[in-house]
């Protein structure tokens, strides 16, 4: 069992950034796949961006190109940059892993991961 833990969360004002990160215990997967997800109060968990380990990636309409995920491989360490936050951001931030490969592209599903950290808190006020 894969460890996780993020970290980076916080609270900013809108239009702020922040970059959560996501450890990892060592791992031996040769295809993997790794995500954030958050899930707001009253909401349903929800995928935000995802990579793979040849560096695809996947984002939700709602933040593309405000986020940016990125991975160090040397260690194995998986970030998230989220920049021009808005409030609708707000939410627990989770990270996921799952030793596989999509070839249609890391999913965004959760259901699909079965790693999974015990996530960092963002706050976006206005």
């Known amino acids: 069992q894969v460890h996780l833990v993020e970290s980076g969360g916080g609270s900013v004002q809108s239009g702020g950034s922040l970059r959560l990160s996501c450890a990892a215990s060592?791992?031996?997967?040769?295809?993997?796949?790794m995500g954030w997800f958050r899930q707001a109060p009253g909401k349903e968990r929800e995928g935000v961006a995802a990579?793979?380990?040849?560096?695809?990636?996947n984002y939700a309409d709602s933040v593309k190109g405000r986020f940016t995920i990125s991975q160090d491989n040397a260690k194995n360490t998986l970030y998230l940059q989220m920049n021009s936050l808005k409030p609708e951001d707000t939410a627990m931030y989770y990270c996921?892993?799952?030793?596989?490969?999509?070839?249609?592209?890391?999913?965004?599903?959760?259901?699909?991961?079965?790693?999974w950290g015990q996530g960092t808190q963002v706050t976006v006020s206005s």
């Open positions: 996921a892993l799952e030793g596989a490969y999509y070839h249609g592209g890391p999913p965004l599903e959760d259901y699909e991961y079965t790693s």
């Open positions: 990579i793979d380990n040849d560096g695809n990636t």
């Open positions: 060592e791992y031996t997967y040769n295809n993997y796949c």
